[in-house]
């Protein structure tokens, strides 16, 4: 079934939507560009977004040309370069058919899709896909069902390799931005919602919700979105890792085989939540032998390739992809997919298998615009992690150091969290946010303007449950590039409760920054009943020690002679994190909520640490 017909661009591409009718008899809206008077099929590329099929998207944009593009303008420059171009809105959202459960149902749906596709007498056969964040998770579960046609991939911050160790949850507590996530997009695009429904979650104020945490179903700022409202606690609720978290649009990891033979570009930022789920991808694909996987890191949040920057700190003009990697983003993926879909040579760069940003080596002075200069350079290798590293421990001492030798005497540091005021969040990897969480690099102080925070203002450093360690200060540059772990010997006096662990840049003291600069690098968190097991829950006896390991987000820094590594501690992370109550409740439940009385122990015994790793 086709409708609307239309001609768009420049008049060189014509565009046409179509109801793609799925198994179950749901009509999905795509819209067709194709180049005017094509001769012959082309091949093909998709792409399958939950934001509106030609929305504009500000993260469409190139440095020239900061304006968001909208999404349909992209497509028609991928037909004007010889492809037929297939933009489809996922179920139950703008003008598709049918119900939408965030992630689930994207494995069939896209399946179909591409079947249907490559029965056209317009489509050679070969497809490839492409898309950020969601439109990543849609790719790979895509892929998951060996779809005939599927030739390569462009995954741009997504592509979920385990939705349960990042993206949705992390370290078994849940990421709150699922909630920010849900009401913004019930309020737009959702087939389902009625108009006073509508109101109500438009006048909805997100940040007095969030301060009265925790919830409970029908006692939600998505209460007026029933569908919206449930699968939010579905993923809330589901504190293990069972077969609800294996489902192919959620796992990509138990599905690696069915990308053989596909050619899968894998592209993410620092700052970006996906960056471990990029990482985990590139290994899994890798490991398998695909000599056809490719990796970019760059220091961008969430999308962002376009800008110097992240949050308040600036890594130089070399930081876009724009000039540095390719002409555009555009460009950039052409350039993959011309080789991949008809045999053009990879430009140079983009055979190599890994290229990423090391950050850090700028001048530590304030640039014109106020941020940090901390600079940074591009890398290439071979392979990830960057051959040759060596993952160098450094030790926690009871008198706040970080030190490369354990101390000799069992001690323990300890603190009270208080669920009730939990540590705001500051920067970091996140993505949809705002306005209560911005991702990137800030000096680690808070301010009237943070999300949570309460007077007196100042470094989250001076807080009595933010236990601090920090090196000498180092005498020569020290890289760091790759993943981190920070392994732990906890105790507490409730059942349950969560350790966080946060890596940091720390500047000195400047004519610039008189107090110094304290750039966060990465931070984790690990709920403690999933110490040992992900499919179990166990909970501690009260002054039980035991180790707990928090796995971060990958960074690659360069941390310059003069400053110090610091290493900061507690037990909350809010708004980006859930906030444990310390009672053992069952997840996503609202209940009383206790102070944990938490303590960090170190020595020869009990040996807590951060696991570096160090290039050679």
């Known amino acids: 079934?086709?409708?609307?017909?239309?001609?768009?661009?420049?008049?060189?591409?014509?565009?046409?939507?179509?109801?793609?009718?799925?198994?179950?008899?749901?009509?999905?809206?795509?819209?067709?560009?194709?180049?005017?008077?094509?001769?012959?099929?082309l091949p093909v590329l998709l792409e399958r977004t939950p934001y509106g099929k030609d929305a504009e998207t500000r993260r469409e944009r190139t440095a020239a040309n900061p304006s968001p593009m909208r999404r349909g303008e992209v497509a028609a420059r991928f037909?004007?370069?010889?492809?037929?171009?297939?933009?489809?809105d996922c179920r139950g959202r703008f003008d598709s058919e049918g119900q939408f459960t965030k992630y689930l149902g994207e494995a069939h749906d896209g399946a179909d899709t591409l079947q249907w596709i490559t029965a056209q007498p317009w489509c050679t056969g070969a497809v490839g896909t492409y898309g950020l964040s969601y439109a990543a998770h849609t790719q790979t579960a895509l892929a998951s069902q060996r779809?005939?046609?599927?030739?390569?991939?462009?995954?741009?911050?997504?592509?979920?390799?385990?939705?349960?160790?990042?993206?949705?949850?992390?370290?078994?507590?849940?990421?709150?931005?699922?909630?920010?996530?849900a009401l913004r997009n019930a309020c737009s695009g959702s087939t389902q919602l009625g108009e006073a429904a509508r109101q109500a979650l438009a006048q909805a104020d997100i940040g007095e919700w969030f301060l009265r945490l925790p919830w409970?179903?029908?006692?939600?700022?998505?209460?007026?979105?029933?569908?919206?409202?449930?699968?939010?606690?579905?993923?809330?609720?589901?504190?293990?890792?069972?077969?609800?978290?294996r489902q192919p649009e959620l796992y990509a990891a138990g599905h690696y085989g069915a990308l053989d033979g596909v050619a899968v570009m894998l592209m993410c930022g620092w700052w970006d939540p996906y960056a471990q789920t990029t990482t985990d991808n590139y290994l899994g694909l890798a490991g398998r032998g695909n000599t056809d996987v490719r990796?970019?890191?760059?220091?961008?949040?969430?999308?962002?390739?376009?800008?110097?920057?992240?949050?308040?700190?600036?890594?130089?003009?070399?930081?876009?992809?724009d000039g540095s990697l390719a002409p555009d983003y555009v460009a950039m993926r052409l350039a993959w997919f011309d080789h991949w879909l008809k045999g053009a040579p990879l430009p140079p760069g983009m055979d190599e298998g890994v290229r990423y940003f090391r950050m850090g080596g700028g001048s530590g002075r304030r640039t014109p615009e106020g941020r940090l200069d901390h600079g940074g350079s591009w890398r290439s290798a071979s392979h990830w992690p960057l051959p040759g590293t060596d993952f160098v421990p450094w030790y926690l001492g009871s008198d706040g150091a970080l030190s490369s030798q354990a101390p000799g005497r069992d001690e323990a540091l300890a603190f009270d969290f208080d669920p009730a005021c939990p540590v705001p969040t500051l920067g970091g990897s996140i993505t949809s946010g705002e306005p209560l969480m911005?991702?990137?690099?800030?000096?680690?102080?808070?301010?009237?303007?943070?999300?949570?925070?309460?007077?007196?203002?100042?470094?989250?450093?001076?807080?009595?449950?933010?236990?601090?360690?920090?090196?000498?200060?180092?005498?020569?540059?020290?890289?760091?590039?790759?993943?981190?772990?920070?392994?732990?010997?906890?105790s507490s006096t409730a059942p349950d409760t969560d350790?966080?662990?946060?890596?940091?840049?720390?500047?000195?003291?400047?004519?610039?920054?008189?107090?110094?600069?304290?750039?966060?690098?990465?931070?984790?968190?690990?709920?403690?009943?999933?110490?040992?097991?992900?499919?179990?829950?166990?909970?501690?006896?009260p002054g039980e020690v035991v180790q707990v390991t928090i796995e971060p987000m990958p960074t690659s820094n360069l941390f310059r002679r003069g400053h110090r590594i610091r290493?900061?501690?507690?037990?909350?992370?809010?708004?980006?994190?859930?906030?444990?109550?310390?009672?053992?409740?069952?997840?996503?439940s609202a209940g009383p909520r206790v102070v944990a009385r938490n303590s960090v122990h170190m020595g020869a015994s009990r040996p807590s640490r951060v696991v570096l790793p160090v290039p050679r």
């Open 216 to 245: 409970s179903r029908g006692d939600s700022p998505l209460q007026w979105a029933p569908e919206y409202e449930d699968y939010l606690f579905s993923q809330w609720e589901r504190g293990t890792f069972d077969d609800y978290w």
């Open 567 to 588: 290493l900061d501690i507690s037990s909350s992370n809010f708004p980006r994190f859930d906030v444990n109550p310390n009672t053992g409740a069952p997840e996503g």
């Open 438 to 490: 911005v991702a990137g690099a800030y000096d680690q102080r808070t301010s009237a303007q943070t999300f949570g925070a309460q007077a007196p203002y100042g470094p989250l450093a001076q807080r009595p449950d933010v236990l601090v360690f920090q090196t000498p200060v180092l005498q020569e540059d020290l890289e760091v590039s790759g993943p981190i772990t920070i392994e732990l010997w906890v």
């Open 79 to 88: 037909a004007q370069a010889g492809y037929a171009v297939v933009v489809q």
């Open 499 to 541: 350790f966080t662990a946060k890596l940091i840049d720390l500047y000195p003291p400047s004519a610039d920054y008189p107090e110094g600069y304290a750039v966060n690098l990465t931070d984790g968190i690990l709920r403690c009943r999933y110490r040992r097991s992900w499919e179990a829950a166990e909970m501690m006896q």
């Open 1 to 41: 079934m086709t409708t609307n017909p239309m001609v768009v661009a420049d008049g060189n591409v014509t565009r046409r939507t179509h109801r793609v009718p799925m198994r179950d008899g749901v009509h999905l809206a795509t819209d067709l560009y194709l180049p005017a008077g094509m001769a012959g099929p």
């Open 295 to 321: 990796m970019v890191l760059g220091p961008w949040t969430h999308g962002e390739r376009s800008v110097p920057y992240a949050g308040d700190v600036d890594f130089g003009p070399a930081a876009v992809l």
């Open 147 to 181: 779809p005939a046609g599927l030739k390569a991939m462009f995954l741009e911050c997504g592509g979920f390799a385990n939705a349960y160790r990042g993206g949705i949850r992390h370290g078994g507590a849940f990421e709150l931005k699922q909630a920010v996530w």
